[in-house]
Nanobody, 128 residues
Framework: QLQASGGGLVQAGGSLRLSCTAS????????VGWFRQAPGQEREAVSG??????????FYADSVKGRFTISRDNAKNTVYLQMNSLKPEDTAVYYC?????????????????????WGQGTLVTVSS
């Protein structure tokens, strides 16, 4: 089970750190991705980190490169998304997903609509 948290209201240019904490499994065995869905829009991929088998390599959507950083804290079984220089267009509900097979996360990156059980997510609102 995954729990996303850390969202809130922030002014443009500000920062937030989202957490995705797992229970019941070892998170660094999984590829983990962050996705977001803005009102009236489709869900989109934001950032991902591959499993330790794939050297925890990271990837980002072009819209967040240079502003967002994904990382792991294995002791806390948590993946973070540090979001800096936030923009109003970053406003969305943010979700995390974990896949035991790295390639499945890559597929989810392209086809996020194929996943239906996203959990609650955490709301990020960036005011202008």
């Amino acid at each position: 089970q995954l729990q996303a948290s850390g969202g809130g209201l922030v002014q443009a240019g500000g920062s937030l750190r989202l957490s995705c904490t797992a229970s019941g499994f070892r998170m660094d065995d999984y590829a983990v991705g962050w996705f977001r869905q803005a009102p009236g829009q489709e869900r989109e991929a934001v950032s991902g980190i591959r499993s330790r088998r794939k050297d925890n390599s990271r990837f980002y959507a072009d819209s967040v490169k240079g502003r967002f950083t994904i990382s792991r804290d294995n002791a806390k079984n948590t993946v973070y998304l540090q979001m800096n220089s936030l923009k109003p267009e970053d406003t969305a509900v943010y979700y995390c997903a974990a896949e035991s097979v790295d390639d499945r996360l890559l597929r989810l990156w392209i086809f996020p609509h194929e996943k239906t059980d996203w959990g609650q997510g955490t709301l990020v609102t960036v005011s202008s």
